[in-house]
């Protein structure tokens, strides 16, 4: 009996055993509560919101569908601009009892870190898991852990009925004023007009009409924009800027109102327009090229002029305030935040008010025109003529507007400061100052020329020099004065092309201005000088020599500067630095001096070509010079006039001056006068 029992109890205990030990692989079997927590961080991470969404348990897939979940997180996360999602599990320990049937729950900790369009956003928090059990009806419950999620698992702030609200602010662009801080390119305020079109009333296409005809529009255009999308009859849609920001010839028609916009001025308008240039909407192709630098489609950006060469530095930086705000509006939180910032204030060398003068005299004419300051390099002036209104292309250029500009055969679009073009006479000082200091010219030798032409010798053919004036014999004070081509013309010729070329680069010639404005570089010759005919022509600037009006005052300026050639300064920056040259010993101090004394003579003596820029009790030395520009020698063409001048006594104003087409208005002589009655009225402050 007792061996039965023994039996029976041996039975026994093996089905515990074995009970027991179907227990413990079911428990290995069972997944612990951070394994699903590691996971569902590792499917966020990864941006996998479906599959997060599968971890959530029932109760909390009951009151969100999973479409709603994944929007909701793609949604906020491409709302902020979120890269480099990192998601880490931040819990302790789990408890070894966390597997046993009398747990049902736990909490974990984790941390998020993000980088935002406002910023980096971090933070700690933690996430209620859940033992559920699940299977289906009358079938056998599996026990898992799940997600009780809710919204705060996004934010930790946010509730039920919250949102994530972006708010950008623009940073004020930074200003262009002169050197004196009067203004060229500013931010201000103008009268947008526009249209509430559930205003119009029953008259409306009568009132288009008029409101067209006022604005000198076409009513289609207003109807257009009238027609967008988004327009509802309660609000408001802007149209165009209001003329001279005067609203009263609006009055009397219905749904017009006007909103006060920040605009960009541009005071000096016409006279500076080339120089400062203007501002425009960001259009697709430089969005793509400035891809990655925080612009965006409706940004403005510089188009031209020192808009668009400054831009980096004057552009705003713009704020960015993400915040969780409940279902009313209110904000409940900042997540992070940029504050808008302004951009750089730029201020210039340039004297507003000379250049309005310089316009003034010149812009009835297509020219191109500097003034420096000799001795500092300082840039006082940069004229373009004829002109534009920059303030158009803000406002809102009209079609008839900007038709009249482009097809005007003296095209105001074109910046001819920036242009290349024959400094003609203006370049004998270079001429002379090569010949005097290599040696190949004596400035007192008479030389005997005869007649109005020149040919070197029977190689020439049939090409010659022509000069103006019979002057016989002449130096070079007379070859100044009365601006002689055969005399320069064998100068460099004495000099030859090799030695010519090698002492021209000393003036710069064939190498960029260093000014980050986009001058057209100078040159000699078009692959170098040829021959001698070339040569000559060269030596009376002619031939293929092209030189920007500031390039050729920069020249100037080694007269007043011992031989050195100012360093061309634009900026306040650039000027505060120390004092420095561009071209050092461009010509000898004694040569400089020379050719200034000589040079005060041409303008000061009756009958010399630049006496129309003789100023009474003042020491106003300059250089003519009249530029053919014409396809053979003796065809027709037309000319282009310059006159160079400054002060010898008082050197803080150099011009350099050059009107196109002055054939039968009196060649360079045409010129002369402007020059004189800016010299005149220059008052510097």
Known sequence: MRKRMLIVAVGVLALVLVGCDEKEKEKEKEVRPGEVFQGYLADWQSLNYAKMYDRLTPEAQAKISREDFVSRYQKIYDGIAAKGLAVSDRSETVAEASSTPEIAETTLKYQVRMETQAGPVQFDHQAKLVRVQLGEEGQKKENEWRIAWDPSLIFPQMAEGDKVRVQTSKGERGEIVDRNGKELAVNGKALQLGIVPGKLGDAADGTLAKLAEKLRIDVADIQKKLSAKWVKPDLFVPIA????????????????????????????????????????????????????????????????????????????????????????????????????????????????????????????????????????????????????????????????????????????????????????????????????????????ESKTIEGLTWTKDKSWGSYYVKRVHAVNPVNLSKALIFSDNVYFAQTALQVGKEAFAEEAAKFGIGEALPLPYPFKTSQLANGGIRGDI???????????????????????????????????????????????????????????????????????????????????????????????????????????????????????????????DVKGRGGSAYVTPKVKRIFQQFKPE
Do not use: C
């Open 534 to 660: 070339q040569l000559a022509d060269t030596g009376y600037g002619q031939g293929e020599l092209t030189m920007t009006s500031l390039h050729v005052a920069l020249v100037f300026s080694a007269l007043v500067n011992e031989g050195n050639i100012a360093y061309p300064l634009l900026t306040e920056e650039d000027a505060a630095q120390p004092a420095r040259v561009w071209k050092s010993q461009a010509m000898k101090p004694e040569t400089a001096d020379l050719l200034k004394r000589d040079l005060v003579q041409a303008v000061s003596t009756p009958g010399g070509v630049g006496h129309g820029a003789y100023i009474p009790g003042a020491s106003i030395g300059g250089k003519t010079g009249t530029a053919e520009i014409k396809l053979t020698k003796d065809g027709p063409g037309t000319e282009n006039g310059w006159f160079v001048g400054f002060d010898a006594a008082k050197p803080d104003l150099l011009l350099a001056v050059m009107v196109e």
């Open 241 to 444: 800027m209001a003329p001279n920001d005067d609203p009263k010839p609006f009055a009397d028609l219905p749904g017009v109102q006007f909103q006060s916009k920040p605009i960009r001025l541009y005071p000096y308008a016409e006279a500076a327009a080339h120089l400062t240039g203007y501002i425009g909407e960001i259009s697709a192709e430089q969005l793509e090229k400035r891809k990655g630098q925080g612009y965006a489609a409706g940004d403005l950006i510089g188009k031209a002029g020192l808009e668009q060469v400054f831009e980096d530095r004057l552009r705003g930086h713009g704020g960015v305030r993400i915040a969780i705000a409940d279902a009313d509006g209110r904000e409940k939180a900042v997540l992070a935040e940029t504050e808008a910032a302004p951009g750089e204030a730029i201020k210039l060398t340039v004297d507003a008010d000379l250049q309005e003068r310089m316009y003034g005299e010149l812009k009835t004419d297509s020219a191109s025109a500097a003034a420096i300051q000799p001795l500092s390099g300082e840039i006082l002036a940069l004229i373009s003529s004829p002109s534009y209104d920059p303030n158009a292309f803000v406002r809102g250029l009209s079609d008839a507007q900007y038709a009249a500009w482009n097809d005007d055969p003296r095209h105001p679009f074109l910046n001819r400061f920036t242009k290349g073009y024959a400094p003609g006479s203006a370049f004998k000082v270079a001429t002379a100052a090569i010949g005097l200091d290599l040696g190949k010219l004596d400035p007192e």
